[in-house]
């Protein structure tokens, strides 16, 4: 069997080729990637895969059984580069894709979740089977940001006390990777979200133990969060999808209560204290 991976040098990808590796898997291993020259540390075949240029699609998953799409990162365009990669997989003879959507996709009230719907529709009408990875949080979509709450001594948000239940990139990577090699566990929809949820108070008391120094959480209105994360050098877009999100959190939008990403990786998902540390060390 051949296994490929769409977004192979983004950090998920990474973790996923990793992840197989781990495993010993025994299926050959093809990193699909717009510039192959940033997979050659990968160590596995890398093929040119473009989603804006659909040419590079169909060849690069020729004699691919297995594919999994992560979701790419130009929000806003997905649901086109999604479809095109679905019927370039139809041509090509793929015979089954793991998609890496959002949790609670249907019903969630985040501005990401519109795409994700629309490409499971595409992948439900394509006549591929399929499995789909609904993904919570990231904890590193606020760990990333710890280093200026260090420096600034303050935690700042807009998710009042929200909570939030994301894992480690490592932890849904071992679980994307424990699905791929696995048939008994494809066709189905999975819901994964860490074992254990925090607000982000509970963030800034982890990070202030830490550190050794107080860092308290500063909650403030959507528009001042934007505006203070624009101020730090992030694009206006990106600052405004980001207090977006922290508002839906303070709504319930980023909790769940399930167990089944700790359960298809065989461990309890990777601790709020372990990945602070990672982030700050």
């Given at each position: 069997?051949?296994?490929?991976?769409?977004?192979?040098?983004?950090?998920?990808?990474?973790?996923?080729?990793?992840?197989?590796?781990?495993?010993?898997?025994?299926?050959?291993?093809?990193?699909?990637?717009?510039?192959?020259?940033?997979?050659?540390?990968?160590?596995?075949?890398?093929?040119?895969?473009?989603?804006?240029?659909?040419?590079?699609?169909?060849?690069?998953?020729?004699?691919?059984?297995?594919?999994?799409?992560?979701?790419?990162?130009?929000?806003?365009?997905?649901?086109?580069?999604?479809?095109?990669?679905?019927?370039?997989?139809?041509?090509?003879?793929?015979?089954?894709?793991?998609?890496?959507s959002l949790l609670n996709a249907p019903t969630s009230t985040l501005g990401l979740a519109a795409e994700h719907v629309a490409t499971e529709e595409l992948l439900a009408a394509s006549g591929i089977d399929y499995t789909l990875l609904r993904n919570g949080w990231y904890t590193e979509n606020y760990?990333?940001?710890?280093?200026?709450?260090?420096?600034?001594?303050?935690?700042?948000?807009?998710?009042?006390?929200?909570?939030?239940?994301?894992?480690?990139?490592?932890?849904?990577?071992?679980?994307?990777?424990?699905?791929?090699?696995?048939?008994?566990?494809?066709?189905?929809?999975?819901?994964?979200?860490?074992?254990?949820?925090?607000?982000?108070?509970?963030?800034?008391?982890?990070?202030?133990?830490?550190?050794?120094?107080?860092?308290?959480?500063?909650?403030?209105?959507?528009?001042?969060?934007?505006a203070a994360l624009t101020g730090a050098g992030l694009p206006a877009e990106l600052a405004a999808f980001l207090a977006h999100c922290d508002v839906e959190a303070s709504k319930g939008a980023l909790f769940a209560t399930g167990n089944e990403l700790s359960t298809l990786i065989g461990r309890p998902?990777?601790?709020?204290?372990?990945?602070?540390?990672?982030?700050?060390?």
């Open positions: 069997m051949t296994l490929a991976i769409t977004g192979a040098t983004g950090q998920l990808g990474r973790l996923v080729i990793e992840a197989l590796k781990t495993k010993g898997v025994s299926e050959e291993i093809i990193a699909l990637a717009r510039k192959t020259a940033k997979a050659a540390d990968l160590g596995v075949t890398a093929r040119r895969f473009d989603y804006d240029a659909e040419e590079t699609l169909a060849p690069a998953l020729a004699g691919v059984d297995t594919l999994l799409l992560i979701s790419g990162s130009d929000i806003g365009r997905r649901v086109a580069q999604h479809g095109a990669v679905i019927e370039a997989a139809k041509s090509a003879g793929v015979q089954h894709i793991v998609y890496t760990t990333m940001g710890l280093g200026a709450a260090v420096a600034h001594n303050a935690l700042i948000g807009a998710a009042k006390d929200g909570k939030i239940s994301s894992a480690a990139r490592k932890d849904y990577a071992e679980a994307a990777a424990a699905v791929l090699v696995d048939p008994a566990l494809w066709g189905k929809t999975y819901e994964l979200s860490g074992d254990e949820s925090y607000t982000l108070s509970d963030l800034a008391a982890t990070l202030s133990k830490t550190v050794g120094k107080d860092i308290p959480y500063v909650d403030m209105p959507e528009a001042d969060y934007a998902t990777t601790p709020l204290a372990e990945v602070v540390a990672a982030a700050v060390s």
